[in-house]
């Protein structure tokens, strides 16, 4: 089933923007017809499921990897040499970088800065600035915790200072600290630096913290691409609500309310959506009929309530 992208209106120009991107492997279709738009300035966030085609459409917008069909274009150019000429405006992260474990994170960030052709050893200092490496640079890579490695990965990608960061699962595998460590450093970038960001992550309440658009993915379909401006205004409010009996409460809240808009979770709990009563009345109907209220609670619903309602159901007004 496809379904009818709606667009947040975000001000800028275009980064990267992609059209009916389509990656085909023999019978597995890996994106279809994507349509993303990445401008200036955003903190644009990719979500969906493993496999959902997140790092594929990164590895497509690095130059890692080719579309079967569809169009791609980086701050405005879509031709083969322009392409490739503006790949060297923008970091990537995506797959392990490949340390020298024996080397340190200096001579490895030198090593990187000649590979790729970036002039001046200047450029290294600067990224060890901007990551917070500076009183690390004489470490082994073999010593880095994990937290330190993905710093390194990314100082790497920050070589030159890029216009645009690509990134797949920035934060993957580091403890709380170094999540929230990585989201300061990500928005200072941004911030400061006023590089945009392309990246994916799994934890959907730090892309919260960061991100000013959002792309969902499902089965390599772009389901919605909204800004976060929008989205917080299409994030419903809800009371949840665990009774005695879930499906007798539902039965009596049809009849009371005529509500249509509710969910009952395997836990029992029962979210009601569009609840214009007080919080007190839905209390009310379930001592009214008999049955005990275990707990009542009034809430706004997240990223992950957003996208797992969306995933269900397609497209959320």
Do not use: W
């Not at 901007?130 to 004489?138: E, I, P, Q, S, W």
């Not at 991100?211 to 379909?221: C, H, P, Q, R, S």
């Amino acid at each position: 089933m496809k379904y009818r992208v709606r667009k947040g209106i975000i001000m800028g120009n275009d980064c990267i923007e992609m059209k009916k991107l389509t990656k085909r492997y023999k019978n597995f279709t890996a994106l279809d017809r994507v349509d993303i738009r990445v401008r200036r300035g955003d903190i644009y966030g990719l979500i969906g499921d493993n496999g959902a085609g997140k790092t594929t459409l990164l590895k497509i917008a690095s130059g890692l990897l080719f579309p079967t069909e569809g169009e791609v274009r980086l701050f405005g150019t879509c031709g083969a040499r322009e392409l490739e000429k503006n790949r060297s405006r923008m970091g990537v992260l995506i797959d392990d970088t490949g340390f020298y474990p024996s080397l340190t994170i200096e001579e490895n960030l030198e090593y990187f800065r000649i590979q790729k052709g970036i002039p001046g050893k200047e450029s290294v200092r600067e990224a060890l600035e901007m990551t917070g490496l500076v009183g690390y640079r004489r470490k082994k890579c073999r010593e880095l915790s994990l937290g330190m490695k993905q710093r390194l990965g990314l100082a790497i990608a920050l070589l030159g200072v890029p216009e645009v960061l690509v990134l797949d699962e920035p934060i993957n595998g580091l403890d709380p600290s170094g999540i929230v460590e990585m989201r300061k450093l990500l928005l200072k970038l941004n911030q400061e630096k006023h590089i945009t960001i392309l990246l994916s992550s799994h934890i959907l309440s730090e892309l919260e913290h960061m991100a000013t658009v959002y792309g969902f993915l499902k089965n390599g379909e772009l389901l919605e691409q909204v800004s976060a401006k929008e989205l917080q205004s299409r994030c419903r409010e809800y009371v949840e609500i665990q009774v005695s009996d879930a499906q007798q409460y539902v039965v009596l809240l049809e009849k009371a309310t005529k509500a249509e808009d509710y969910q009952v979770l395997p836990d029992g709990k029962i979210h009601i959506f569009q609840a214009e009563l007080p919080i007190e009345a839905y209390s009310k109907l379930a001592v009214d009929g008999g049955l005990s209220v275990l707990s009542l609670s009034r809430y706004r619903q997240s990223l992950e309530d957003y996208y797992m309602r969306l995933k269900k159901g397609g497209r959320i007004v």
